[in-house]
């Protein structure tokens, strides 16, 4: 059974651009989170979908978007980036967000890289 | 808000001893999950033991075991025989019973001496 598939795995970006990841889930897991990891501010959540719909949202500025397609893929976009946005992206599947106990599977991470 | 602290950046152990990593979190809630994730440098988070807060019984995987201790909002895990493997950033982190977030602790690094 692959895993959590994440893409690009790197990217370089410069200032004022803006950015789209990719993120597909183990097949037949419905829900799919994103975190942002960086030294400074450590692993914070970004949101959460499931079933196409945005379920939880994070303290994230409004140019951090995503969504899900109906095949449970995800995407999260980044607009007018900013040297701060710089981190390793990390995406999360698992199959329902309830019961609570159900494991997330992590990807490898897309390392965003903005100068 | 819930936080997870986790005070020690870095901890160190020989190989085949047992190391114990700290945790303590804070919450109002009483429905809720504790978890240890590994993240190798390879970068993907890997679950290494999970413990429900209504269970009692510490969690226990093969050579990880949990030390949760409810009412000092505290989860330590303990590492024994400590394999070269076992090198690794380490996160505590919560979810909550209302929702999917993990809020993760700051990490520690673990290293393995031959």
């Known amino acids: 059974k692959a895993g959590v598939t994440q893409t690009p795995r790197y990217l370089i970006k410069t200032r004022g651009q803006q950015v789209t990841l990719s993120c597909s889930p183990i097949?037949?897991?419905?829900?799919v989170s994103w975190y942002q990891q960086t030294p400074g501010q450590g692993l914070q959540f970004l949101f959460e979908?499931?079933?196409?719909?945005?379920?939880n949202k994070g303290n994230f500025p409004g140019r951090f978007s995503g969504r899900q397609f109906s095949n449970s893929r995800s995407e999260m976009n980044v607009s007018t980036l900013e040297l701060g946005d710089s981190a390793l992206y990390l995406c999360?599947?698992?199959?329902?967000?309830?019961?609570?106990?159900?494991?997330?599977?992590f990807g490898q991470g897309t390392r965003l890289t903005v100068v | 808000a819930q936080t997870v602290t986790q005070s020690q950046p870095e901890m160190s152990v020989q190989e085949a001893e047992t190391v114990t990593l700290s945790c303590t979190y804070d919450?109002?809630?009483?429905?809720?999950?504790l978890f240890w994730y590994k993240q190798p440098p390879s970068r993907q988070m890997i679950l290494v033991i999970r413990?429900?807060?209504?269970?009692?019984q510490n969690a226990t995987e093969n050579r990880f075991s949990v030390n949760f201790q409810k009412a000092a909002k505290s989860f330590s895990l303990k590492i024994s025989d400590s394999q070269l493997g076992d090198a690794a950033m380490y996160f505590c982190?919560?979810?909550?019973?209302?929702?999917?977030?993990?809020?993760f602790g700051k990490g520690i690094t673990l290293s393995v001496r031959p």
């Open positions: 979908y499931f079933s196409e719909t945005q379920r």
């Open positions: 413990q429900e807060a209504y269970k009692q």
């Open positions: 097949s037949g897991h419905r829900s």
């Open positions: 999360a599947s698992s199959l329902d967000p309830r019961p609570m106990n159900t494991e997330a599977f």
């Open positions: 919450t109002s809630e009483s429905d809720y999950y």
């Open positions: 982190a919560y979810r909550s019973g209302a929702n999917s977030k993990l809020t």
